[in-house]
């Protein structure tokens, strides 16, 4: 049988917009990866994104090889850590190109 999966959806602000990390806990082990992070503006249609939100998630879990791309680990936090220190590393590369 194939891996069975919890979504589960973690809410923050950065400052400038609604953080939305959507994690996965794969439930034969219980570790949790993070699947996509999305940012919610104020004049976003807050219906419209939260349909794209889940289109995506959808798209994802669609392709059967999909979390062998995730990282897992062994808690939520860790997994929402290890995201953002590679997405932070990711944009901090895309500014400097742009310079």
Do not use: K
């Not at 891996?3 to 589960?8: I, K, T």
């Not at 034969?28 to 794209?52: K, P």
């Amino acid at each position: 049988m194939a891996d069975l999966y919890r979504e589960h959806r973690v809410f923050g602000h950065n400052g400038e917009a609604m953080v939305i990390r959507v994690c996965f806990e794969r439930l034969s082990d219980g570790q949790f990866a993070v699947a996509h992070t999305e940012f919610v503006r104020e004049d976003d249609h807050l219906g419209d994104r939260m349909i794209e939100i889940g289109n995506t998630t959808a798209e994802l879990l669609v392709d059967p090889d999909q979390p062998s791309l995730w990282d897992f680990r062994s808690s939520l936090q860790d997994a929402i850590s290890a995201h953002d220190d590679v997405f932070s590393e990711f944009v901090e590369r895309i500014q400097n190109a742009q310079h």
